[in-house]
């Protein structure tokens, strides 16, 4: 140990050594976030401008979508930039806040699709009380408590880890900061960090898979018991978005982190890692644009204003 200095920089994983794919990969990143970006941002704008979707479903949604913003945007443009200047650097401070955003807006992410479960469950089980248990200071303060716990969730879990010295190696076998992939570097004993881990991450991944499945058990009963087709119909297209989105992203994650180690190689782990943390913010605004009639018009409606060509000669003429 006398002869191990105290680690202040790490080295990140590459997608490749060549430097024409790492311009590749800089421009499907690119490509990707800027996808990410107009997606979200236009559904926020949708839910802030149209006031036929100022409800609490679209509330949390537009909270989901900015969640889905930030969310990318913790690794993403780290990446970009190491690709596009040849380098794999990464502060110790710039790892420290990698660690602590990327759990703070996943588990943020996760308390808000549990909310948004619940306030499916009340709107189609009990329809006549739902504007006395969903009113704007039940939301608001489900919102909050969202980012409160996720503070705290994600200060736990960034403690844990970076307590632990780092004096040998320095190169995370990843293309952002991982605690899984920083435990493996750490210099002393991390079994019972590893435990620490595994058991939060269970309780809680468990706590909101129950909730969930509970909601949703309820909702099919409620469902099943409309007697038209098309009220069934619609009930459904309000609740299979959420159950979409749900599903990719904690089944993506369950993937990552509990899949055998000794039997994926770091490109394996990368390229898992991406489903949930790069493609899943893409994928969120798609599923709920394309499943959505009310945000389908309030986005033709954006279109008709701002880029129509009668709007471009007004703009113009102003």
Known sequence: MSNQSTVTEFLLLRFSDVQELQILHFVVFLVIYLAALMGNLLIITAVASDHHLHSPMYFFLGNLSFLDVC???????????????????????????????GIFFAFSELVLLTAMAYDRYVAICHPLRYQVIMTRGACAQMAAGSWISSCIYSLLHTANTFLLPFCGSNV?????????????????????????????????????????????????????????????????????????VFSLFISTGIY????????????????????????????????????????KEALCKIQAR????????????G
């Open 306 to 317: 701002y880029f129509s060509p009668r709007a471009f000669l007004l703009l113009n003429i």
């Open 256 to 295: 990552t982190y509990l899949r055998p180690g000794s039997e994926s190689s770091p490109y394996q782990g990368m390229l898992a890692t991406m489903l949930y943390s790069v493609v899943t913010p893409v994928i969120n605004p798609l599923i709920y644009s394309l499943r959505n009639k009310e945000i």
């Open 172 to 244: 995370v076998d990843q293309f952002f900061c991982d605690i899984p992939q920083l435990l493996k570097i750490s210099c002393a004993d991390t079994s019972a960090n590893e435990i620490v881990d595994i058991v939060c991450s269970a309780v809680v991944g468990l706590f909101f898979l129950i909730s969930i499945l509970v909601s949703y058990i309820h909702i099919l009963s409620a469902v099943l018991r409309i007697p038209s087709a098309q009220g069934r119909y619609k009930a459904f297209s309000t609740c299979l978005p959420h159950l979409v």
């Open 71 to 101: 969310y990318i945007s913790v690794t993403v443009p780290k990446s970009m930039v190491n690709s596009l200047t040849n380098t794999r650097l990464i502060s110790f401070s710039g790892c420290v806040s990698q660690v602590y955003f």
